[in-house]
Structures are given as C-alpha cells and as structure tokens.
C-alpha cells in the first residue's frame, strides 16, 4: 500500500511570489491535514479536509489556502511568501474517524529567499 | 484551548540506558493521545497510541500508558539503541474540543551514544 506522496521535496522561492504543494494521500482515506514545522513554532496545523470540503482551520493568514480534490488529492497554496514562511510542510491523511491514526508523508521543505 | 507540554530536550542517553520521555496534556472531553517520531530529512512517523483512560500503547519496545487522572501519557524504553535516536512528539486529537486536528508538544530530541 502506497504511502502519502507529497511534491515537490524541496522549493526555493522568492519573497512575494506563489507556490503550490501537492500531497496524495493512502487510498481510501479521506481526509487530509496540512501541519507547518518550523523550529521556533514547532507543528502548526493549517487545515483539513473531509471530502473535498475543509472541515477545520488553524490560525494562519489568509495567504495560506488549500483545497481537495474529488480523489482526495489535496494541494495547499501560499500567496505572497514571506521569509517566515520557510518551513517544513507536512500532509498526514486519515480515514477521518475519531481517534485514527494520520499518516505522514515525508514534506516539503520551502524556503523563501 | 487543548495544549500538549512535553520535557525539553536533548536528551543524550549511552545504548542499552532507560528512556522516559514526559508528556501532560490539557483537553476537554475525552482525547485519543499518540506518540509521533521524526528521524532526519523525514516526516512523521505514529508510533503508537491510546485512545481512552488506562489504555496502554506499545510499539517496537516502546511503551505509553494513557493516565486521565494525572492527564499523562509518558513515553518509556527499556533499552534504548543507537537507531532510536530521533525527534520524538506527544500529541492528542480531540474531537470533544479542538476538532480532531492534532495537537503536538514542542519535540523532544533523543541521541543515543554507543
């Protein structure tokens, strides 16, 4: 059974641009969370979805946004990037049951110059 | 709102040594507890949970007991090995309060020296 499948591994981009994160999750799981891993904040969740519908938000700007697909594929888009965006972004995908277990892919790592 | 704290790293331990790794949490309801490990360069990985009071959670010798009347949920090895050297986080999801998202604590770093 393949794992969470997140593209690209790493970015370099450039203060005020966009980018966009792709994360494919286990078959047959439907819901999809998105975490922020930075060392000064440690994991912040940004969202989740359920369905192709966000089911819960964290605290980030609006720059932050994402959306799911009919597969379940899920991408996440930051606009604007700052240089405190630079991070390690992690996709965990769940078969959205309470308590389940989430299943991590391995991120990617964005940094903003 | 729900929070986890763990102890503050690193924690350098020699090969074959005892591992305690403390985790409290603060939640309303009835929160489902779990124990994540990071090596370097990659995700998470679970490493095991405990979804109610009492419940113990076991996984390659690791080892955590779900405690609700001291709102605990420490990580625990008998031996540790060079291979466990790794990030190791304490979370809880709680869809009584926080919405199931999962909540981590800041990390504590183990380096096991042969």
């Known amino acids: 059974k393949a794992g969470v499948t997140q593209t690209p591994r790493y970015l370099i981009k450039t203060r005020g641009q966009q980018v966009t994160l792709s994360c494919s999750p286990i078959?047959?799981?439907?819901?999809v969370s998105w975490y922020q891993q930075t060392p000064g904040q440690g994991l912040q969740f940004l969202f989740e979805?359920?369905?192709?519908?966000?089911?819960n938000k964290g605290n980030f700007p609006g720059r932050f946004s994402g959306r799911q697909f009919s597969n379940s594929r899920s991408e996440m888009n930051v606009s604007t990037l700052e240089l405190g965006d630079s991070a390690l972004y992690l996709c965990?995908?769940?078969?959205?049951?309470?308590?389940?277990?989430?299943?991590f892919g391995q991120g990617t790592r964005l940094t903003v110059v | 709102g729900d929070s986890v704290t763990q102890m503050e790293g690193p924690v350098t331990l020699s090969e074959e040594a005892f591992l305690t790794i403390n985790c409290t949490y603060t939640?309303?309801?009835?929160?489902?507890l779990f124990w994540y490990v990071q090596y370097p360069g990659e995700g998470l990985q679970l490493l095991l949970k405990?979804?109610?009071?009492?419940d113990k959670g076991s996984n390659k010798g690791f080892e955590a007991t779900y405690r609700k009347e001291t709102t605990s949920f420490h990580l625990e090895k008998g031996s540790v090995q060079v291979s466990d050297s790794a990030v190791y986080f304490c979370?809880?999801?709680?869809?009584?309060?926080?919405?199931?998202?999962?909540?981590f604590g800041k990390g504590t770093k183990l380096s096991v020296k042969p």
């Open positions: 405990a979804t109610k009071a009492d």
């Open positions: 979370a809880l999801t709680n869809y009584g309060g926080s919405q199931g998202n999962l909540i």
């Open positions: 078959s047959g799981h439907r819901s």
């Open positions: 979805y359920f369905s192709e519908t966000q089911r």
């Open positions: 939640a309303t309801g009835y929160p489902s």
């Open positions: 965990a995908s769940s078969l959205g049951r309470a308590g389940t277990e989430a299943f």
